[in-house]
């Protein structure tokens, strides 16, 4: 196939980069302002944007580890979305300057509950500074060199060619996945379920991941819808054949998502531990209740019934309608994780939750266009590009 390397994105990247500015200086001002509100708002951004970051290197790996030869015009857009990565290095410095404001195990108050006091004692060995920021340290090293090695393999592959640099990514893409599975696990821990001392699960990460996997999905459509109209773009060469098997993943990983959230509760619910329960109690009475029912409806049931429509699933527009609905349904679903710490009442929606949001977000689109200029948006002399391009399911 004949292809220039990109270099659209600037009516994105240019409003994208203006955003970032805006909306972390005046989460800034709000961090003036109301510190503590300002930096639960930007720890939900934070995870919310780092989390597809991560879905996407899980998601290239996964393809890897399958040696699944029909995403492989889209892989590309895949490899760049993680490639963002450092500057999340960056974007974590707020969290890292603020850890006392967010995190009650690092300065407890005299006040603080008895049974929350013993929580906080007992896991002093994992949960203090020093542990916090050098697990975040390897968790950040780890990611960025597997993403990076990934992606540089694969731009190298454009002009070298042959199939040594894909037996390299396929043995690479399919060895990281049990550590990046690890790794993102021990960052859930540390970032969201440390918020309660108290509180553990096992599959919290997994909770976090299978959110974090569909929102990669969906961003990867959206993409791909967008830029179907310049051809020098991998949109552009995706057939319906691929916007269906997308969908068909969006749609499973809604399931996924619906049943660990059920599995979590159900059985922490019947189990009964006074550790754990109270930790849903916060969530199911008073103002979250009908946050936790807005999530079963619309993160799950609603566009759990409209993706089985084969016909959406092959309407480029129509799918990505629907990706960008549970895009807003993910941010809500991390929201309802992170922000009953704050406010046990209910919500309190406040500005900096879009400052924050609107900053991240637009500091990690732009960063990611940036680095998407300049290359080929196709893997372009990958050995199985062809049969990707005449992709026909079985």
Do not use: C
Not at 98 to 108: D, E, Q, S, T
Not at 365 to 392: C, M, N, W
Request: aromatic share 16%.
């Amino acid at each position: 196939m004949t292809l220039t390397p990109y270099q659209g994105g600037r009516r994105l990247m240019a409003p994208a980069l203006v955003a970032a500015v805006a909306g972390l200086a005046l989460t800034a001002v709000g961090a003036l302002v109301d510190p503590r509100r300002a930096l639960f708002a930007y720890l939900v951004a934070f995870v919310y944007w780092i989390g597809i970051a991560l879905g996407a290197l899980i998601l290239l790996g996964a393809f890897h580890a399958s040696n699944a030869r029909w995403p492989v015009v889209l892989r590309r857009f895949v490899e760049t979305v993680p490639a963002a990565l450092p500057l999340f290095v960056v974007l974590f410095i707020p969290i890292a300057l603020g850890m006392k404001r967010l995190f009650v195990w690092m300065a407890p108050p005299e006040t603080l509950a008895p049974e929350m006091a013993h929580a906080v004692h007992h896991k002093l060995p994992y949960l203090n500074a020093g542990g916090f920021l050098g697990r975040a340290a390897i968790y950040f090293l780890f990611w960025i060199v597997v993403a990076h090695l990934l992606r540089s393999w694969s731009l190298r592959q454009d002009t070298a060619g042959g199939a040594t640099l894909t037996r390299w990514q396929r043995r690479l893409g399919a060895g990281s996945l049990p550590f990046l599975a690890l790794t993102l696990t021990f960052a859930s821990f540390d970032w969201m379920m440390s918020l309660d001392p108290r509180f553990f699960s096992t599959i919290f990460g997994v909770y976090w991941f299978a959110g974090s996997f569909m929102a990669a999905f969906a961003v990867t459509i959206i993409a791909a819808t967008l830029s179907r109209p310049d051809p020098t773009a991998f949109g552009h060469h995706m057939s319906l054949e691929h916007f269906h098997s997308l969908g068909k993943f969006l749609l499973a990983f809604i399931a996924f998502w619906a049943y660990v959230a059920f599995s979590q509760f159900m059985l922490i619910w019947i189990a009964n531990i006074p550790e754990e329960v109270p930790w849903y109690i916060l969530r199911i009475d008073g103002g979250w209740r009908w946050v936790g029912v807005f999530l079963a409806l619309f993160h799950f049931v609603v566009p759990f019934f409209l993706l089985l429509s084969r016909d959406l699933k092959r309407n480029p527009r129509a799918l990505s309608l629907v990706a960008g609905w549970l895009l807003l349904v993910h941010w809500v679903d991390l929201y309802w994780l992170v922000m009953p710490h704050l406010d046990p009442a209910g919500p309190r929606p406040s500005i900096w939750d879009l400052t924050a949001f609107v900053g991240v977000g637009g500091a990690a689109i732009a960063f990611t266009i940036f680095r998407l200029r300049g290359t080929f948006t196709v893997p372009v002399r990958d050995p199985y590009l062809e049969d990707s391009l005449r992709y026909l399911p079985q």
